[in-house]
């Protein structure tokens, strides 16, 4: 967070006061000395933002995949990271497409269309409460200090057993849930999505259910609305999908039979 | 919009119900049968979004260097649109530059640095009164007809004499702001932006503001948060940054002389 003064209006009163703001950084990834992309996003835990996002893009398998990461800051606020693949034939391999992300920094996603396109759904014989469900989504808020502060960040968490394991923020819904993804790839012992779930505070549309796909992470769920292309991907893919998570109400669009309510 | 029968759980009830879901499409835009990008976007006005991506990411200067567009729908909700430019030099100058450099996809935004880099200020002698702005934060709410039924959109307007002379929506809000500037451009005679100002109900980060920048329009005012960095350009340009107009207040992070209170 930075301070700037600013003016604030209220009721026709003006005053000057110290504002918090989120900061924004640029974060170039380059593979073997190739820039791969440019992601706009908040400067914490970009180690792991890199990491998820070469795994949901479908760069990187799992951590083994990567020699190593070095990031450094290039210029005031364009940070770039450097990364060094194990076998560099991966590149080769992969079709890419380059697709604006809705919404959220000047990031581009990559995929195999084979991802989604493929008939396998995602199994899992996860089950939970609506009461737990609407409980860590105000854990999710309550933990946002910073969109407290700012109003300018996403936050997503990955939660297990009914606990949230890792939390993340970032001024790009993607990026927030990159990040989680990335804590966990880069642990020694990566966790088994499957009896995971999936909090965000930002809109689904399809290019989050990409990434959710690739962890095979059987449930998203969302304080925000989905699209119809994310609701039918989940309806194919047997994945659950809730939005609208607030006070006390929620829409569940999909995968109905892992709610217990 | 499409209609879906979700569940919605409200205290503990649980009931089948008809509800309306924003629709999503990708709309890969080709310049003489190369792929640029794929951009997810809501269906309406895809024409405006090309005309306006191609002009806010520096492609085209105005509508004649579009010799025409073709947009047709390939599969489902999959949508091209194919653009043949009157000088193919110009994409030597910048686009394939940047998109083909590297074989694995590239940033979604494209831009010359130098858009923001140079020392060219904001020139223009609008003035607007904060009575004005909370009505038309309003009124950009109450036009949002998709919003107000799924949630799930992003609107933008330009506002001209105190009046909304084009609304648009979309699922990203870059896309909402590159329809509303595409409307313009398109247009027999394409309007000074300088007497204009731009309305969104999404943050502000820094890519935001390369479209503003690109247009020459003096103020944008959000009803969300404006990243730092958005902050810094705004001020270097001399650019009129309003957030969080909420209700009857709102914070000036910018450019505070062409606001009247």
């Not at 450097?82 to 919404?103: R, S």
């Not at 290019?207 to 925000?224: A, G, M």
């Amino acid at each position: 967070m930075k301070t700037f003064k600013i003016i604030k209006i209220k009721n026709n009163n003006k005053e000057t006061i110290d504002d918090f703001v989120t900061e924004e950084i640029s974060l170039t990834i380059e593979i073997n000395d190739k820039e791969l992309i440019t992601l706009l996003c908040s400067q914490d835990n970009i180690n792991e933002l890199t990491i998820g996002y070469l795994f949901t893009s479908g760069i990187i398998q799992n951590i083994e995949d990567i020699e190593k990461i070095n990031i450094f800051c290039l210029i005031q606020n364009k940070w770039v990271a450097h990364v060094n693949l194990v076998n560099n034939d991966i590149l080769k391999d992969l079709t890419f497409k380059k697709i604006q992300a809705v919404g959220c920094g000047k990031g581009a996603i990559i995929f195999k269309d084979s991802d989604i396109l493929n008939n396998e759904k995602i199994i899992s014989s996860i089950k939970l409460k609506d009461s737990v469900i609407l409980n860590l989504m105000k854990e999710l808020q309550a933990q946002s200090q910073t969109f407290l502060k700012t109003g300018g960040v996403h936050s997503a968490a990955l939660v297990k057993n009914d606990r949230i394991i890792v939390f993340r923020e970032d001024i790009g819904r993607h990026n927030a849930i990159d990040k989680v993804i990335g804590n966990i790839i880069k642990s020694p012992a990566p966790m088994e999505f499957s009896k995971t779930f999936l909090l965000t505070s930002g809109r689904i549309s399809s290019e989050i259910l990409l990434k959710i796909i690739k962890c095979k992470i059987p449930v998203i769920i969302s304080r925000s609305a989905p699209t119809d292309e994310s609701i039918r991907i989940c309806r194919e893919k047997d994945i659950t999908l809730i939005g609208f998570v607030r006070g006390n109400r929620m829409n569940i669009y999909s995968g109905k039979q892992r709610i217990i309510v």
